[in-house]
């Protein structure tokens, strides 16, 4: 079993919203940094936003800052990935992954652990 789930992807109209989520049962929040990733077709993985330690510092990539925002509830050890405004160049799998070094933004390595994907479809 991952160590993490991600879940609250789906089919989107442009201008729709989602909300993600990123379960990490086995960690406690304000100790890591949480990363969200995304991979289109055809493309490299790249980084989109993250969330790390006590103070829950946050990070976003220029193509999403002012439309998506982090976030995380400590108690459910889950982080939120609120998606609005979406495009289709937004389409991709979306990647959880956890940096145990509070690197945010995240390193894209084999050596953070790694959820198994949810995909994400902006299109009319």
């Known amino acids: 079993q991952s160590p993490l789930v991600e879940s609250g992807g789906g089919l989107v109209q442009p201008g729709g919203s989602l909300r993600l989520s990123c379960t990490a049962p086995?960690?406690?929040?304000?100790?890591?940094?949480i990363g969200w990733f995304r991979q289109a077709p055809g493309k490299e993985r790249e980084g989109v936003s993250c969330?790390?330690?006590?103070?829950?510092?946050?990070h976003y990539a220029d193509s999403v800052r002012g439309r998506f925002t982090i976030s995380r509830d400590d108690r459910k050890r889950t982080v939120y990935l609120q998606m609005n405004r979406l495009k289709p160049e937004d389409t991709g799998v979306y990647y959880c992954?956890?940096?145990?070094?509070?690197?945010?933004?995240?390193?894209?390595?084999?050596?953070?652990?790694w959820g198994q994907g949810t995909q994400v479809t902006v299109s009319s």
């Open positions: 992954a956890a940096d145990p070094f509070l690197a945010c933004p995240l390193v894209d390595t084999e050596d953070n652990q």
């Open positions: 969330i790390s330690g006590p103070a829950g510092s946050t």
């Open positions: 086995g960690y406690t929040l304000p100790s890591i940094s």
